[in-house]
């Protein structure tokens, strides 16, 4: 049954803690679930998990779904209008969700709830729309001498899009919502079926989407979702081979895990991973960087694989901006309860990822790093006790290869740099095992955009970034494989067949 919970706030409202298999909610018969709200380290719900072989039902229901249903041949007239259905339940029910990214994200409410919810809502109508203006059929460029055969034959090539099959669909804890919905949607609308398999640290953004399949009428099977507690779960679906596809979201270590889990069944792999992501300061733009730190620091506690964690400035003004970001990010910082509607510094997601950035801040000062603020769990905060908060934090390092400039942290805590000139900032920005995004600042943008060519990274913004759901994102080297979002990022949910036609 779904679990009725009250929170401190004293609103009263109901969690659905059921699996969602074959079209029917079922309870978890595998290890309950215990859900931490981050804001206050208290457990406040337990989902009984799923058991291994209710994640083999759920896969053996989308691998049935997908060959005998019809929902992977249907009409897009037909399909179509039950996905927007789906997205409409999830704007019916954005109180709900941006409840629970309050309570089992940490999200605060003011600044980072909003982006959760709001933004992937308007994406869902947007994937649909633009999914309709691809084409199922495109005609492949053979020159004009090769379309007529020796025989006299007239030959014509075709690329047709069809969909994978079955795709287990595993998520993120930072942007839980967001990171299924940019998974389900583009996967049911280009007519796979789906597995949806939450991180075990936010699994309930994750369970209301049975809700959302049962209310728009999937046939049973197309979607299913289950949570589970550890690994488990995410292994059965990366190596059964009734799954075609594994779309990832998070660390680098486990998605190349991932990588080795699903070789022998040779699935399509997209995998959104880490990043370790550059901010570089033209001289020209100097008095921009003050506000660096707070960015990335107020953006769910540095919780974001994309965020710009190194900042490079000219080694001239190095000091000057940092007391400059110091300031900014004390003026901006409130650190609080995240349901209290003046924090804007909330909770990292748990007690061992707040550990982790207190390991990497001490590993940065054993190499030389200094610490200029933050650095530590704060203390003497009314409201935030047995909270997992960690400071937001400004480093002093003198290269880019202290080990806080080299590992992702995924938290409030940031790399000042000095650079000697622009090819010293990018040799440095690119001196990294990731690649998913950076950031050029400069008033030249003409100069900027060529800084901007240089780096080798997955998405590069310039003055300012772009979430939308039509322009794509997706990383090099351990920051990931192929796409999400954009033209992209619904191919990904498609295989290529290639028809040659001639006539008789």
């Given at each position: 049954?779904?679990?009725?919970?009250?929170?401190?706030?004293?609103?009263?409202?109901?969690?659905?803690?059921?699996?969602?298999?074959?079209?029917?909610?079922?309870?978890?018969?595998?290890?309950?679930?215990?859900?931490?709200?981050?804001?206050?380290?208290?457990?406040?719900?337990?989902?009984?998990?799923?058991?291994?072989?209710?994640?083999?039902?759920?896969?053996?229901?989308?691998?049935?779904?997908?060959?005998?249903?019809?929902?992977?041949?249907?009409?897009?007239?037909?399909?179509?209008?039950?996905?927007?259905?789906?997205?409409?339940?999830?704007?019916?029910?954005?109180?709900?969700?941006?409840?629970?990214?309050?309570?089992?994200?940490?999200?605060?409410?003011?600044?980072?709830?909003?982006?959760?919810?709001?933004?992937?809502?308007?994406?869902?109508?947007?994937?649909?729309?633009?999914?309709?203006?691809?084409?199922p059929i495109e005609e492949n460029p053979i020159p004009l001498a090769e379309r007529v055969s020796a025989k006299g034959n007239v030959v014509q090539s075709m690329r047709r899009y069809v969909p994978v099959g079955v795709v287990g669909a595993i998520s993120a804890y930072n942007f839980p919502f967001y990171t299924n919905f940019w998974k389900v949607i583009p996967a049911l609308i280009t007519g796979n079926t789906v597995v949806l398999r939450p991180s075990p640290l936010t699994p309930l953004s994750a369970l209301i989407f049975g809700e959302a399949a049962d209310a728009a009428g999937l046939p049973a099977g197309v979607l299913n979702v289950i949570a589970d507690k550890g690994a488990e779960g995410g292994v059965i679906l990366s190596e059964s081979e009734d799954v075609d596809m594994i779309a990832f979201t998070g660390s680098s270590q486990v998605g190349k895990a991932v990588m080795v889990q699903v070789s022998p069944t040779m699935k399509k792999l997209q995998l959104e991973l880490g990043g370790k992501s550059a901010q570089i300061y033209m001289p020209d733009a100097v008095p921009q960087a003050a506000a660096a730190a707070a960015t990335v620091c107020l953006a769910h506690a540095g919780q974001g694989c994309v965020l710009g964690t190194r900042i490079f400035v000219p080694e001239a003004d190095k000091q000057a901006t940092i007391q400059a970001m110091a300031a900014a990010l004390e003026q901006s910082a409130r650190i609080g309860n995240p349901a209290d509607p003046t924090t804007t510094f909330g909770p990292v997601i748990s007690a061992a990822q707040r550990d982790r950035c207190e390991h990497f801040v001490k590993l940065a000062v054993e190499a030389g790093g200094k610490i200029v603020t933050g650095g530590k769990q704060p203390e003497g905060i009314e409201g935030i006790e047995g909270g997992f908060f960690f400071e937001p934090t400004i480093l002093d390092v003198a290269d880019n290869k202290n080990p806080a400039a080299q590992e992702e942290i995924f938290g409030p805590v940031v790399c000042v740099i000095g650079y000697r000139d622009l090819d010293h900032a990018v040799e440095m920005a690119n001196d990294s095992v990731y690649g998913l995004s950076g950031h050029i600042f400069g008033k030249d943008v003409r100069a900027a955009i060529e800084v901007a060519s240089k780096l080798r990274t997955g998405t590069v913004n310039v003055n300012g970034g772009l979430s939308s759901a039509y322009a794509s994102s997706g990383g090099w080297g351990s920051s990931g494989i192929n796409r999400e979002r954009g033209p992209e990022g619904i191919r990904v949910y498609q295989q290529i067949t290639v028809l040659n036609v001639q006539n008789l």
């Open positions: 049954m779904a679990s009725t919970v009250k929170e401190r706030s004293a609103r009263k409202f109901v969690i659905e803690t059921r699996m969602y298999i074959d079209g029917t909610f079922v309870a978890g018969n595998g290890e309950p679930l215990p859900v931490e709200n981050p804001g206050t380290g208290e457990v406040f719900i337990e989902v009984p998990g799923a058991s291994g072989a209710q994640v083999k039902q759920a896969i053996a229901a989308a691998r049935r779904a997908f060959d005998e249903s019809g929902w992977a041949t249907l009409a897009d007239a037909e399909r179509i209008p039950m996905v927007r259905k789906l997205v409409d339940f999830f704007t019916e029910n954005s109180d709900r969700l941006k409840e629970l990214a309050l309570l089992e994200a940490g999200a605060p409410v003011s600044t980072v709830v909003p982006a959760q919810i709001d933004m992937p809502l308007k994406h869902g109508y947007e994937i649909i729309d633009l999914y309709e203006q691809l084409p």
